[in-house]
């Protein structure tokens, strides 16, 4: 009995090894095709630094040679008397910088007295007499040395040993700082963030001359190693939003974020809800008042919209001119705001419940103007109401991608049509044209419009209006 | 509990079905399928009438009589453009004849695509012989059931009362909206009668009043509110006032807020002298000496003198004034004097004076509430002073 | 998942006025009218004043168990049975309120507004906005009721408040012609529309902030409502006239449909009464299905409360379309009346003695 059991169960185990050596080589088997599918794809860790200039070249050509940008130039150190290479993008640095202060002393014969003794540094020799660089490092891994060559650095490879110089070099070609287009002002600065992570942070650090105001870099992107800032004022920002932020960039598992919205959809609490808790900024003044009251800001590499958070629903109805106005004024002017969101909302559902179900509410006259202009619609209200924001949507659109010499020109044939041609065809009746082009004025004003973050919300509150004429029943 | 991508399905369909019940589909009626009914009139079926082949207008009731006419008006719709065409009249008519105000309505709604809407009724009007008999069920019924306001204004013709709404105007417009809009005169001009509106009326009804409705008169597409109809608490009309009764009255009721007066000028009284009243005090008082009552009124008038037919007089004068101011007071004093004895000699306190006993002298109202109108008003003496 | 819900004292004003400003205002007047004639805004006055007491009361009560809720110290005071039974019969009142709350106003909704739309559908649209409301916990349902009383009932003020319009001063004489008993007797229907605040400051106190100013905001909530009902009573019975008032079923909306400001866009009263009066009476009956909710949740020792809305608000609808007719509506919500009233008035005042005696050995 005891023996039997003791057989079955000695039984049992051998064959789950087994079974678990099977499974191991099957894995293993997979990995090999998968490698083989994927050879062409290069990774640069597998790649060693070698002692060997020649190898060196190979493994460089081997990683980077299918690019016609890829430039390597070899030539003799004098001071060292050896062969050596520099390697970089072209279009990416500063060509001057490597032909004057690079080659040129590399392949100059050293000043007498100056020569590499036997006892100096290689690295501290190089670095201290010859290359009359700014930036200069050592570097003994060939995937980083790649990552800095793609970010526009040159390398310096030396003949018999097995690490590199790294030169900073980089020059890129940027856009100008301009003025911020979505979000234009009247009295505000004309500056506006641009697709450079440098130049952006630049454009706040000018602004605020603090060391409390910390960058911090997370890297996103397993393809593109997309730099991304996260940006705070140490001591004002709550530490818990700053670890929440940078947890959730750090998460982002992702090939390549190709804007700033992406990143905002993947580290929102609320993925379901079309409202936004992060807002997107293309002003540094706005981003530098957000940063004094507490918001942590994110910065992408080639994104000019700046991500701030926490936000709440009044931030989306401020811009950066109601501080350049009288308080009286500006206070004014957001509430127009508040209360457009709300005609937004509201207006074409009040209209349809209004005419449709309580005709009592409107003064005697006005409810049998309605009903005079209103002869002859094949339509209830309700669709009318529904066809018109479809049709002004549409429009919308078509306006909004266009290049801006046909852009007006939609928006000529779009009234035409709208405004003019469907009434006198009978087909929409004119106050609920004027109702639908009071409410999409009104949905524009919640702030200033144009991108898609604010959108958002006005979509929201547009179609939020189209159903709510129910619940005023 | 219920997988993925059920469960989403059908909390999604529960949603829908629940924000489709919010949508209180049932009631929806587009606006231009809306009858706005603007006016009503009320008449006694003419007999004989010519009547069509199927007697259209008859409504149909398992009993009662064909008693009432009662005809609805509404606007006429039309598109902006057409407007400038006129020639087309600007209401529709609709007729119904029957007893129940309620088989009436349903009746001739159905006639037509659009439902009544009685939100917007402007005015009401009876004819003569309607009030007569007493208007009290068919007030109650419009109060209540269709859901008129009770700001409606209720009038009084003597002829019949649809060829009110029926006749054309002189100005372009819908009649009952011509009629509301004069009724905003009505405390510029003293002679204008008060202006009844459904909900005193109801109010005056139940609180056992007698009331007033004002006349109408429609001749030529003119239209004048004159004189006024008196009801008694039981709604039936036992009496006309005429136009000076109607401002004398104003007078003891304190709505003498304007308006213009003429006396013979005391100088020459060929002439006239026009006196325009700016603004008024009045003070209406009951007292209770005992078992007897009686009511003083005093009220002091403030105005000018806005026209004086007989030229190169000295308009200044102070003895000239006097005279007018004295001339004056005493025809304000007989006016309001003959409007009080006419209505004692109707027997219906339309003054309002029966609920100024009550606000002054509630324990002896709980003594004559029940007999106020038929025997306790008609012996109330009254003493008015008038000053200018 | 929720924080402890941290109630401010302005929060707690909130909370006490919406729980008593819903439905009954539609027929306060007239049911105060009844008794007292032309001085029923003085009946008013004198339900209010009779209700301070009763608030007076629960915070005292509550301020002796100050962690702890009403179904808590009950069991307490009374021994788990006795107090478990209180609790049950507390939870009834906090049901039925809503239920006769919800029948009444849709009724005057169907009469006024949706005449066609079935009683069903009305009353299910407003349940589901209360079961979505209340599931979240109490700090959403502050929320509401807090966004609405800045929005919503602050219009409905101005709304009330035009009625002043149309008023007549003769409406409102004679004053005290049948002396002073009328008067306060007319207190005693006008408790329906009062009562809401004992059961917030019973059910809630735990959360409070600053226990010391309770009693202040609280009285001010009273005081707050008190003047608020007068000033709707006495537009009622300046527009209608007593003998109207007492007439009709909903007084306070035939008045405001007879008020008309006449060149003004607005012009009619009434529809934007109505359009104001939903959400008021939304946000408050979904305190009180919030406050039954959390009464039985502390009583079961439940932990989540989501179940127990669904099945109360699926009771609730039961309930409103099975109250086959006015009669028996009329006749339950008198005696839910006598019944809050005995609650105010005897069994917080016994339980406020017990307590005391309590503390004091």
């Known amino acids: 009995m005891n023996t039997d059991n003791k057989k079955t169960i000695v039984e049992r185990i051998r064959s789950l090894k087994s079974l678990i050596q099977h499974a191991r080589v099957i894995e293993d088997d997979t990995q090999v095709v998968a490698r083989s599918l994927a050879e062409q794809y290069v990774f640069p860790e597998v790649y060693q630094l070698e002692a060997s200039l020649a190898k060196n070249m190979q493994h460089m050509k081997d990683i980077l040679s299918d690019s016609y940008d890829f430039h390597f130039r070899e030539f003799l150190i004098a001071s060292l008397n050896r062969q050596g290479a520099v390697v970089f993008i072209e279009g990416m640095t500063n060509l001057e910088l490597i032909n004057m202060q690079v080659i040129e002393k590399l392949m100059l014969p050293p000043v007498p007295g100056m020569e590499l003794s036997p006892q100096d540094e290689m690295f501290?020799?190089?670095?201290?007499?010859?290359?009359?660089?700014?930036?200069?490092?050592?570097?003994?891994?060939?995937?980083?040395?790649?990552?800095?060559?793609?970010?526009?650095?040159?390398?310096?490879?030396?003949?018999?040993?097995?690490?590199?110089?790294?030169?900073?070099?980089?020059?890129?070609?940027?856009?100008?700082?301009?003025?911020?287009?979505?979000?234009?002002?009247?009295?505000?600065?004309?500056?506006?963030?641009?697709?450079?992570?440098?130049?952006?942070?630049?454009?706040?650090?000018?602004?605020?001359?603090?060391?409390?105001?910390?960058?911090?870099?997370?890297?996103?992107?397993?393809?593109?190693?997309?730099?991304?800032?996260?940006?705070?004022?140490?001591?004002i920002a709550d530490a818990k939003v700053i670890h929440a932020v940078e947890q959730r960039l750090k998460k982002i598992a992702i090939d390549i974020p190709t804007g700033i919205g992406m990143l905002q959809g993947m580290m929102e609490d609320h993925p379901y809800s079309p409202f936004p808790t992060m807002l997107a900024t293309e002003r540094p003044d706005k981003v530098v008042s957000s940063l004094a009251e507490g918001k942590v800001a994110v910065i992408m590499d080639g994104a000019p919209f700046v991500l701030l958070a926490p936000t709440t629903l009044s931030d989306f109805f401020q811009t950066s001119d109601d501080y350049n106005e009288k308080w009286a004024i500006s206070s004014i002017n957001r509430l127009t705001r508040h209360v457009s969101s709300l005609f937004a909302i509201a207006t074409p559902a009040i209209f349809v419940a209004i005419t449709t179900y309580h005709p009592g509410m409107l003064p005697m006259l006005l409810a049998v103007n309605i009903a005079n202009t209103r002869i002859g619609i094949p339509f209830p209200a309700f669709l009318e109401a529904i066809v018109m924001i479809i049709l002004l949507e549409v429009l919308q659109e078509a306006g909004l991608r266009l290049p801006k010499s046909i852009g007006p020109a939609v928006s000529i044939v779009g009234g035409l049509v709208i405004g003019e041609a469907t009434v006198r065809a009978g087909l929409v009746s004119a106050p609920m044209v004027i109702v639908i082009a009071f409410t999409a004025i009104a949905s524009f004003n919640i702030a200033n419009y144009g991108h898609d973050i604010r959108s958002d919300i006005r979509y929201v509150w547009r179609y939020a209006g189209v159903y709510v004429p129910d619940r005023s029943s | 509990m219920l997988k993925g991508r059920v469960r989403t399905v059908l909390s999604l369909g529960v949603l829908v079905c629940l924000t489709l019940a919010m949508t209180g589909c049932w009631d929806r009626k587009e606006i231009e399928n809306r009858g706005f009914v603007l006016g009503v009139a009320i008449d006694h079926v003419t007999t004989p009438e010519p009547k069509g082949q199927y007697d259209l207008p008859h409504v149909t009731q398992e009993f009662g009589e064909r008693k009432y006419r009662v005809t609805f008006e509404l606007p006429r719709f039309r598109k902006g453009e057409e407007k400038g065409t006129s020639g087309t009249e600007s209401h529709y008519i609709f007729n119904g004849e029957g007893e129940s105000m309620f088989q009436i309505v349903r009746s001739v709604s159905a006639k037509t695509y659009f439902s009544f809407f009685f939100e917007d009724t402007q005015v009401l009007i009876f004819s003569e012989e309607v009030a007569k008999e007493g208007i009290r069920e068919i007030l109650d019924y419009f109060l209540r059931n269709p859901g008129m306001r009770r700001k409606v204004k209720v009038f009084v013709t003597p002829g019949r009362a649809e060829e009110i709404l029926n006749g054309k105007l002189t100005v372009e417009e819908v009649n009952s909206i011509f009629i509301a809009r004069i009724t905003q005169n009505a405390d510029a001009i003293p002679r204008f009668a008060v202006i009844s509106t459904l909900g005193d009326a109801a109010e005056a009804i139940q609180g056992n009043h007698s009331f007033v409705i004002s006349k109408i008169v429609m001749e030529n597409g003119d239209v004048k509110l004159t004189s006024a109809a008196l009801l008694d608490t039981q709604g039936k009309m036992v009496g006309s006032l005429d136009e000076r009764e109607v401002a004398g009255g104003k007078i003891i009721r304190q709505k003498l807020k304007g308006g213009a007066f003429s006396i013979p000028n005391p100088a020459n009284p060929e002439k006239l002298a026009v006196f325009e009243v700016v603004e008024g005090k009045f003070s209406v008082n009951s007292h209770i000496d005992g078992d007897r009552l009686w009511f003083t009124v005093e009220a002091e008038l403030a105005g000018n003198l806005g026209e004086n037919t007989e030229t190169g007089q000295k308009a200044l004068d102070p003895d000239f004034l006097a005279a007018v101011e004295k001339n004056m007071a005493a025809e304000f004093t007989a006016m309001a004097l003959d409007a009080y004895y006419k209505q004692q000699a109707l027997k219906a306190d339309a003054l309002d004076l029966g609920s100024l006993v009550h606000r002054q002298y509630p324990k002896y109202w709980e003594i004559v509430k029940d007999r106020w109108d038929e025997e306790v008003f008609p012996t109330v003496p009254m003493e008015v002073h008038i000053k200018m | 998942m929720n924080p402890f819900p941290r109630i401010s004292q302005w929060q707690l004003l909130t909370l006490c006025f919406i729980a008593a400003f819903g439905d009954s205002m539609a027929t306060l007047p007239r049911s105060v009218g009844e008794i007292a004639k032309e001085d029923m805004w003085l009946s008013v006055i004198f339900g209010g004043v009779l209700f301070l007491f009763t608030v007076w009361t629960a915070i005292t009560l509550a301020s002796y168990y100050p962690n702890s809720t009403c179904i808590e110290y009950h069991q307490i005071l009374l021994g788990p049975l006795l107090g478990q039974i209180l609790n049950a019969v507390m939870i009834v009142l906090l049901l039925l309120v809503p239920i006769l709350s919800i029948r009444s106003f849709v009724v005057a909704l169907k009469i006024y507004l949706l005449d066609v739309t079935p009683t069903f559908v009305i009353v299910l649209s407003l349940l589901t906005f209360i079961t979505y409301s209340a599931q979240y916990g109490l700090l959403p349902v502050i929320r509401v009721l807090q966004f609405t009383f800045m929005s919503i009932h602050s219009f409905f003020f101005i709304v009330v408040l035009l009625g002043l319009f149309s008023i007549k001063a003769s409406h409102f004489q004679p004053f005290l012609a049948q002396g002073i008993m009328p008067v306060l007797k007319g207190a005693i229907p006008s408790w329906y529309s009062y009562t809401g605040p004992e059961f917030v400051v019973c059910?809630?106190?735990?959360?409070?902030?600053?226990?010391?100013?309770?009693?202040?905001?609280?009285?001010?909530?009273?005081?707050?409502?008190?003047?608020?009902?007068?000033?709707?009573?006495?537009?009622?019975?300046?527009?209608?006239?007593?003998?109207?008032?007492?007439?009709?079923?909903?007084?306070?909306?035939?008045?405001?449909?007879?008020?008309?400001?006449p060149d003004t866009f607005i012009e009619r009263l009434d529809g934007y009464f109505f359009s104001m009066w939903i959400p008021v009476l939304m946000v408050c009956m979904l305190l009180w299905v919030y406050l039954a909710v959390f009464g039985i949740k502390q009583m079961a020792r439940l932990e989540y409360s989501r179940p127990v809305v669904i099945l109360v608000c699926s009771l609730i609808l039961y309930f409103v379309v099975a109250i086959p007719n006015l009669q028996t509506a009329s006749t339950i919500s008198e005696w839910a009346n006598y019944a809050l009233l005995a609650w105010g008035m005897g069994v917080l005042p016994l339980l406020l003695a017990l307590a005391w005696w309590k503390h004091r050995r």
């Open chain 1, 124 to 235: 501290s020799y190089l670095k201290d007499t010859v290359l009359s660089v700014a930036s200069i490092s050592k570097l003994d891994v060939m995937d980083e040395a790649v990552k800095r060559l793609l970010s526009g650095d040159t390398l310096l490879f030396v003949d018999g040993i097995n690490w590199l110089i790294v030169i900073e070099s980089r020059k890129m070609e940027a856009r100008a700082i301009s003025e911020p287009e979505t979000e234009t002002n009247v009295r505000g600065p004309r500056e506006g963030f641009v697709e450079t992570l440098q130049t952006n942070i630049t454009l706040l650090r000018r602004r605020i001359k603090n060391p409390n105001l910390i960058t911090k870099k997370v890297v996103i992107g397993v393809r593109s190693e997309t730099d991304v800032a996260v940006v705070y004022f140490r001591g």
């Open chain 3, 203 to 261: 059910l809630l106190y735990p959360f409070f902030i600053q226990k010391n100013k309770v009693l202040t905001y609280g009285f001010v909530s009273v005081l707050v409502l008190t003047a608020v009902y007068t000033l709707i009573t006495g537009i009622v019975q300046g527009i209608l006239g007593v003998a109207e008032t007492t007439r009709m079923l909903v007084p306070t909306i035939i008045a405001y449909r007879g008020v008309e400001i």
